[in-house]
């Protein structure tokens, strides 16, 4: 979150679906709801099928903006999960298995 705070817009949500460096991003997302105007959300997917609905929604409204780092091939796995593992991703890392080109550097 210290890292993509400044990308949000005013008003703006960061989205965690873990736990962050320390464990900090479900306490964040307690504590900026009240001292933030750039938000924290931790959700717990109790039904992910109606949670990757909801996104489909929100990626078709233009309402969900995902930060999408790199789309890697199934042979830049390894390198990939080296990667994300050295802490220096700035957004989601998408392995592509049918090796379409999603137009992303």
Do not use: M
Not at 33 to 52: E, T
């Amino acid at each position: 979150f210290k890292i993509c705070k400044p990308l949000l817009k005013k008003n703006g949500t960061y989205l965690s679906s873990e736990l962050g460096h320390n464990w900090e991003n479900p306490f964040l997302s307690l504590s900026t709801s009240f001292f933030s105007s750039k938000k924290v959300k931790f959700p717990i997917p109790l039904n992910v099928n109606k949670s990757l609905i909801q996104i489909e929604e929100l990626l078709l409204e233009d309402k969900f903006k995902p930060l999408i780092d790199r789309v890697v091939s199934l042979e830049q796995l390894p390198e990939a999960y080296t990667y994300v593992g050295s802490g220096k991703k700035l957004g989601n890392v998408i392995l592509s298995y049918l090796n379409k080109d999603f137009g992303l550097q």
